[in-house]
C-alpha cells in the first residue's frame, strides 16, 4: 500500500511540475530579443547623465520595435517626459537619433498607465519596422531633454527590442 502511494505521489508532484513548467513557458515572449532596465539617478537625472545598453542583434534580415518602459514615482512632478534617444553601431556611427516627447499623463493630469505601490509603469513604442543594418552589439543611449536640467523621480528606464 505504501508503494502505491508513493509512485501516486510521485505522478501528481511530475504532473505539477508539468503544469508549472508550461506555464511557464507559455509566458516568456519569443520575439523578444533584449528586455532590460537601468535605474536612474536617485539624486536626480541632469542632461549630462546617460543611461547606456549594448544590445546583440543576430538577424539583421528581421524588423524589430523599439519600445522604452519608465518607472516614476509619485513625486515626478510632470506631465511628460523629453528624451533624447540614439542608436549606434560598433563603428561608433549614428544610426538613429530622435529626441521623445512622451506623455504620461492625461489631460487631467491623472496617470495613463496603472502603478503598484508608489510606482507608475508607463510603455512607448519608439520605433516600429526598425531594420539593423547587420548583425552584432549596438549602443542605445538614452538622456533626459527637459527643460529642467536636473529631474526627480524617475525610476528606471527600459528597453525592450522584440522581432515584428
Known amino acids: ?4 502511494l508513493r509512485t501516486l505521489n510521485l505522478f501528481k508532484n ?3 511540475f508539468l503544469f508549472i513548467l508550461s506555464l511557464f513557458a507559455a509566458c516568456i515572449d519569443k520575439n523578444t530579443v533584449y ?3 537601468l535605474v536612474s539617478y536617485p539624486k536626480g537625472w541632469t542632461h549630462t547623465d546617460s543611461l547606456k545598453w549594448i544590445a546583440s542583434i543576430n538577424d539583421s534580415a528581421s524588423f524589430y520595435e523599439i519600445g522604452i518602459g519608465i518607472r516614476n514615482d509619485y513625486n515626478y512632478k510632470y506631465q511628460n517626459i523629453g528624451l533624447e ?3 549606434i553601431d560598433s563603428s561608433d ?3 538613429y537619433k530622435d529626441t521623445l516627447d512622451i506623455r504620461l499623463t492625461n489631460d487631467d493630469g491623472k496617470w495613463k498607465e496603472k502603478g503598484w505601490g508608489s510606482l507608475i509603469n508607463s510603455s512607448t513604442l519608439i520605433k516600429s519596422k526598425y531594420s539593423f543594418p547587420v548583425s ?4 542605445f543611449v538614452v538622456r533626459q531633454a527637459m527643460k529642467d536640467h536636473n529631474i526627480y523621480g524617475i ?3 527600459n528597453l525592450k527590442i522584440s522581432k515584428e
Open 1 to 4: 500500500m505504501t508503494t502505491l
Open 14 to 16: 511530475r504532473i505539477i
Open 35 to 37: 528586455n532590460k532596465s
Open 85 to 87: 534617444f540614439t542608436i
Open 93 to 95: 556611427s549614428v544610426l
Open 136 to 139: 552584432g552589439d549596438y549602443l
Open 155 to 157: 525610476e528606471s528606464i
